[in-house]
C-alpha cells in the first residue's frame, strides 16, 4: 500500500458494464478508495456490495441516495447518461466533490450547464478517457494540418448493440479536433448520413460513418482519402480496462484542485 493520501471515490450507474471495471480498477487500485456507489432506485443492487461480484468487501452499499452516496467521496466518475449526470454534478458542486465524466450524448445547452458547475468544482469532461485514444487525438490534430488539402476526411466509429447515441462522443471529438485544425467549424461541415443521389462530396466536408452491433467495445478510424493513398488512423478498444485506468488517471489530476473544465489532453499533458 502506498503511503500517499487515498483518493476517495464514488462511481455512478455502479452494476453497468462501466460501474463494474471503475469499482474493481479502484478496489484494486494501491491509491484509490471506493467511498460510494450509485445507482437508479429500481436496480436490483441497490443495498448490495458493490465489491462482492469481484470476491472483494468494500465495506459499503450500492446506494440510489445521490448525498449518501458522494458524502465521503473527493471524486464522482460518472459514465451515465446526460440528464442523470446533471443531476449528479448538482449534488457535486453542493457537497464540494470533484467529478470525472465520461457520459457521451450531452447537448450544447448541457455543456454550458457543465461549464457553469465547473465554476464552483473541478470536472474531467471526456467522451473517452482511454489514454491510447487521447494519444490517438493528439496524433488526428497532427496529421490534419499536414494533409489539410487534396484529402477527403471521413470517420467511421463502431460499437456494441446497446450503445443509444450516434455518432459516439468519441467520433465527434475526433471530428472537432480535425476541423479545429483545418479552422472549419464541425457544425458547418459534419456529414451524418447520406441516403439517395447524393451529388459528389464536398472536399470540405467531414463524413461519419455508424456501425452498431454484437459487443464491440469500441473502434475509431479516421480515413484520409487522397489520390493515390489512403491515410488510416485507428484505435480498436478490447475492454473498457483502459477507460477505468484513464479515469483514475483524470481522478489524481483533479486531486486538490477546486474549480475549472479540463479534458484528457490536461490530464496527460498533451497541449
Do not use: W
Request: with cysteine; hydrophobic share 40%.
Amino acid at each position: 500500500m502506498t503511503d500517499s493520501p487515498l483518493h476517495r471515490i464514488c462511481v455512478a450507474g455502479a452494476s453497468g458494464r462501466m460501474g463494474r471495471m471503475l469499482i474493481e480498477a479502484i478496489c484494486r487500485s494501491d491509491d484509490c478508495q471506493l467511498s460510494g456507489a450509485l445507482d437508479v432506485a429500481s436496480s436490483p443492487a441497490v443495498g448490495l456490495d458493490p465489491a462482492a461480484a469481484f470476491g472483494l468487501s468494500s465495506g459499503i452499499a450500492i446506494s440510489a441516495d445521490l448525498h449518501t452516496g458522494l458524502n465521503h467521496a473527493q471524486a464522482l466518475i460518472d459514465f451515465t447518461r446526460p440528464e442523470g449526470t446533471l443531476a449528479h454534478l448538482q449534488v457535486c458542486r453542493e457537497l464540494g466533490v470533484n467529478a470525472v465524466i465520461g457520459t457521451t450524448g450531452f447537448s450544447e445547452a448541457q455543456k454550458q450547464e457543465i461549464a457553469e458547475i465547473a465554476k464552483d468544482i473541478a470536472i474531467v469532461l471526456a467522451p473517452n478517457m482511454s489514454v491510447g485514444m487521447n494519444v490517438t487525438l493528439k496524433l488526428l490534430e497532427m496529421a490534419a494540418k499536414s494533409l489539410n488539402a487534396g484529402y477527403d476526411i471521413e470517420i467511421i466509429e463502431a460499437h456494441h448493440r446497446h450503445k443509444v447515441d450516434a455518432p459516439s462522443g468519441t467520433a465527434l471529438k475526433m471530428g472537432e479536433v480535425i476541423a479545429g485544425a483545418l479552422d472549419r467549424d464541425l457544425k458547418e461541415c459534419a456529414v451524418y448520413a447520406r441516403h439517395g443521389v447524393t451529388g459528389e462530396r464536398d472536399p470540405s466536408s467531414i463524413g461519419f460513418a455508424t456501425i452498431r452491433g454484437g459487443d464491440i467495445v469500441g473502434d475509431h478510424t479516421v480515413l484520409f482519402a487522397g489520390t493515390g493513398e489512403r491515410i488510416e488512423i485507428s484505435h480498436k478498444s478490447s475492454s473498457r480496462v483502459s477507460y477505468a485506468q484513464g479515469s483514475l488517471r483524470a481522478v489524481r489530476f483533479l486531486s486538490g484542485r477546486k474549480n475549472g473544465l479540463f479534458d484528457m489532453s490536461d490530464v496527460l499533458k498533451l497541449k
